[in-house]
């Protein structure tokens, strides 16, 4: 499917203004965030939610994240709890996705909530999302702008890498600060469920909550499109390994990786390692040779970017 010519649009506010018309006129258009760049449709338009579906070759089961300009647009969708709402007061606009009962009247195309009575919802930081978002009025469906199963794009290039010619245009804001993509909490009545590790760290989350957060599974609430293989690079990818062996690609993290060909942070910083985690794969996998990944502590941001390591490195198929 390569029937579109993919405009890339500056993200000046006559680029903003005609992604915005695109979005009204069902068209869909990759935008940046502070997380990976999304490929936006109007949330309320089937055929552009059925759309963002084909393009990404992503399954029907795994629901889409509603991108809103404010928190009003927000409370109109969905009943967020009071812990939600702290969250919000606290990491909004940010990383952060809050999964909520739908309210009724929403106006949302079923199939962005893959036919489930709950919606996840975040407001992004970024500016050009934020003024795309508030020159559109209306809420944006977005996942991240690859083909479905494959790394996520954290620059405009990698999103034409898998998207060019399934989309109508591209929005480039530069690189994606946080790199990650968003954390997602959900609720199982008065209990916060850490639905996925993301762009704020479990330890920031429960500072605010004053409490635990639960894992995924221990309520009855999960996130259906936790897919074992994610993140995938073509290649063969191995975890905590402390050297290359012949031929691979070795990514280091810290100072100790002497000779590794490329880094997710000399200094073994765990933010700079998740703001730069998808290009090094991108970067990586375009050397055509198997990878191997020097161990990144599981603290901090650690946790998220070892998520992403251990679905990359997953069978695929799984
Ligand atoms: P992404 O794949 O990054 O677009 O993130 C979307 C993810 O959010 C999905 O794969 C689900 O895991 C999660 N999600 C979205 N909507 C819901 C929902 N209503 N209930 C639970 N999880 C959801
Ligand atoms: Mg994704």
Not at 94 to 117: E, F, I, K, Q, S
Not at 201 to 219: I, K, N, P
Not at 234 to 252: F, K, S
């Given at each position: 499917?390569?029937?579109?010519c993919?405009?890339t649009?500056?993200?000046?506010?006559?680029?903003?203004?005609?992604?915005?018309?695109?979005?009204?006129?069902?068209?869909?258009?990759?935008?940046?965030?502070?997380t990976?760049?999304?490929?936006?449709?109007?949330?309320?338009?089937?055929?552009?939610?059925?759309?963002?579906?084909?393009?990404?070759?992503?399954?029907?089961?795994?629901?889409?994240?509603?991108?809103?300009?404010?928190?009003?647009?927000?409370?109109?969708?969905?009943?967020?709890?009071?812990?939600?709402?702290?969250?919000?007061?606290?990491?909004?606009?940010?990383?952060?996705?809050?999964?909520?009962?739908?309210?009724?009247?929403?106006?949302?195309?079923?199939?962005?909530?893959?036919?489930?009575?709950?919606v996840?919802?975040?407001?992004?930081?970024?500016?050009a999302?934020?003024?795309?978002?508030?020159?559109?009025?209306?809420?944006?469906?977005?996942?991240?702008?690859?083909?479905?199963?494959?790394?996520?794009?954290?620059?405009?290039?990698?999103?034409?890498?898998?998207?060019?010619?399934?989309?109508?245009?591209?929005?480039?804001?530069?690189?994606?600060?946080?790199?990650?993509?968003?954390?997602?909490?959900?609720?199982?009545?008065?209990?916060?469920?850490?639905?996925?590790?993301?762009?704020?760290?479990?330890?920031?989350?429960?500072?605010?909550?004053?409490?635990?957060?639960?894992?995924?599974?221990?309520?009855?609430?999960?996130?259906?499109?936790?897919?074992?293989?994610h993140?995938?690079?073509?290649?063969?990818?191995?975890?905590?390994?402390?050297?290359?062996?012949?031929?691979?690609?070795?990514?280091?993290?810290?100072?100790?990786?002497?000779?590794?060909?490329?880094?997710?942070?000399?200094?073994?910083?765990?933010?700079?390692?998740?703001?730069?985690?998808?290009?090094?794969?991108?970067?990586?996998?375009?050397?055509?040779?198997?990878?191997?990944?020097?161990?990144?502590?599981?603290?901090?941001?650690?946790?998220?970017?070892?998520?992403?390591?251990?679905?990359?490195?997953?069978?695929?198929?799984?």
């Amino acid at each position: 499917m390569r029937a579109l010519c993919t405009q890339t649009l500056a993200a000046t506010p006559e680029g903003i203004a005609q992604a915005a018309r695109l979005l009204s006129a069902g068209a869909l258009v990759a935008l940046p965030t502070e997380t990976v760049y999304g490929l936006a449709g109007d949330a309320r338009n089937p055929d552009a939610v059925a759309g963002i579906f084909a393009a990404k070759g992503r399954p029907q089961h795994n629901p889409l994240i509603v991108h809103l300009a404010d928190l009003d647009q927000a409370l109109a969708l969905a009943e967020i709890p009071a812990q939600g709402l702290a969250l919000a007061r606290a990491f909004w606009p940010g990383p952060l996705t809050l999964v909520a009962p739908l309210r009724a009247g929403h106006g949302l195309a079923p199939a962005v909530t893959a036919g489930l009575d709950s919606v996840a919802l975040r407001l992004p930081a970024h500016p050009a999302a934020r003024a795309l978002l508030n020159a559109f009025g209306g809420p944006i469906a977005a996942p991240s702008a690859n083909p479905s199963g494959r790394i996520s794009p954290t620059t405009a290039a990698h999103v034409l890498a898998g998207l060019d010619g399934r989309i109508a245009a591209v929005l480039d804001g530069g690189a994606c600060a946080v790199g990650l993509e968003s954390s997602i909490v959900g609720f199982d009545g008065v209990t916060a469920l850490l639905l996925r590790e993301g762009g704020i760290s479990r330890d920031a989350l429960e500072a605010v909550l004053g409490a635990r957060l639960g894992r995924d599974g221990s309520g009855k609430i999960t996130a259906p499109g936790q897919l074992a293989a994610h993140y995938a690079p073509r290649a063969a990818l191995r975890l905590d390994a402390r050297a290359p062996e012949p031929q691979e690609v070795w990514i280091g993290f810290g100072p100790d990786c002497k000779g590794a060909e490329l880094s997710l942070s000399l200094t073994g910083d765990l933010e700079e390692a998740a703001a730069r985690l998808f290009a090094v794969l991108h970067a990586a996998d375009a050397k055509g040779r198997a990878i191997a990944v020097a161990p990144v502590p599981e603290r901090g941001l650690g946790t998220a970017i070892n998520d992403r390591l251990r679905r990359a490195a997953a069978p695929k198929g799984a």
